[in-house]
């Protein structure tokens, strides 16, 4: 179950990549946008979760 867990979790991390991430990247190649700034800001906090919540599952799945 662990691996399907982090399996999940990178799931939903592209997942908010695709959805949140790219769009603000796109819209920040045209110019500023403070809710695109914004939106990129919080999309890359929750992918830092997401990213360390996994890490930790993989060194759990490692150690046993």
């Known amino acids: 179950p662990t691996a ?3 399996l999940s979790l990178l799931a939903l991390g592209w997942t ?4 949140l991430s790219m769009p603000a990247h796109d ?3 045209v110019g ?3 809710s695109a700034h ?3 800001l ?6 830092s979760v ?3 919540l996994r890490g930790l599952l993989t060194v759990q799945m ?3």
């Open 32 to 34: 500023y946008s403070a």
């Open 62 to 64: 490692v150690i046993h």
């Open 38 to 40: 914004h939106t990129l």
């Open 16 to 19: 908010v990549t695709a959805v």
């Open 50 to 52: 997401l990213w360390g």
């Open 4 to 6: 399907w867990i982090a």
């Open 42 to 47: 919080i999309s890359n906090q929750i992918r």
């Open 27 to 29: 819209k920040l190649q």
